[in-house]
């Protein structure tokens, strides 16, 4: 099944807007991850969010969950041009050991 | 700040050629993964290793794919015989995986060019 998907796939801002991915995902979890891919690199851990939590902030990242909508949404605020990268989400299932299931991914690029 | 790495970061090789990939995971990590990345699709999950042996594989890790742990720090995924549609980027990552630590640490991939 398809789990995390993201919209938009891909978002154009401002330098100083705040951006706002969505993941919506199908099956129970025990956590969501938020991950950052900078064009054919590596993926970088951002945020973690429990499912038994529903807001969470790390500096300018903002994470929240909806475990009845299935649905999280991630928001960077102020953005920067260094923001520009593709951003996935990723959930665990509910033993928390179980692998990442990513999404797509949405395609952010931060115009200075 | 402690990082999983991956070696080498650009292989190249023809088709039905045995590839190694190399990962050296964080040092007091638990839980270790492989996964992969074809070219603008997502990132699906291969294997997952603990306590020296598979925990969980996907549909993709067929018989062609093996992993090990051959010394207290590497951890090798090895493609016996490649095909075309195995070039991809791989990723491995490490979890701590003691309490409730669920964050896994990507390393920063391995381009695998099959021609």
């Known amino acids: 099944s398809q789990q995390g998907e993201e919209d938009p796939q891909a978002l154009s801002i401002q330098e100083g807007e705040n951006a706002t991915m969505n993941c919506s995902y199908k099956?129970?979890?025990?956590?969501l991850q938020w991950y950052r891919q900078n064009s054919g690199r590596g993926l970088v851990h951002l945020i973690l969010?429990?499912?038994?939590?529903r807001e969470k902030h790390s500096g300018r990242l903002r994470v929240t969950l909806d475990t009845s909508k299935k649905s999280s949404s991630l928001l960077i605020t102020a953005s920067r041009a260094a923001d520009t990268a593709s951003y996935f989400c990723?959930?665990?299932?509910?033993?928390?050991?179980?692998?990442?299931?990513f999404g797509k991914g949405t395609r952010l690029s931060v115009i200075a | 700040e402690p990082e999983v790495t991956q070696t080498p970061s650009h292989q190249v090789t023809q088709m039905g050629q045995e590839v190694i990939l190399r990962c050296v995971p964080i040092?007091?990590?638990?839980?270790f993964y492989w996964y992969r990345q074809i070219l603008g699709q997502k990132v699906e999950f291969l294997v997952s290793?603990?306590?020296?042996?598979?925990?969980?594989k996907s549909e993709i890790f067929d018989d062609q794919f093996s992993v090990e742990r051959p010394d207290g720090s590497n951890f090798t995924l090895k493609i016996r015989s490649t095909k075309l549609e195995d070039s991809a980027m791989y990723f491995c990552?490490?979890?701590?995986?003691?309490?409730?630590?669920?964050?896994?640490?990507f390393g920063p991939g391995t381009r695998l060019t099959v021609t």
């Open positions: 990552a490490s979890r701590l995986g003691q309490g409730s630590t669920y964050e896994q640490y």
């Open positions: 099956t129970s979890i025990n956590n």
């Open positions: 969010i429990r499912s038994n939590e």
């Open positions: 990723a959930t665990a299932g509910n033993s928390g050991n179980t692998p990442l299931v």
């Open positions: 040092s007091n990590h638990l839980y």
């Open positions: 290793f603990y306590n020296n042996e598979i925990s969980e």
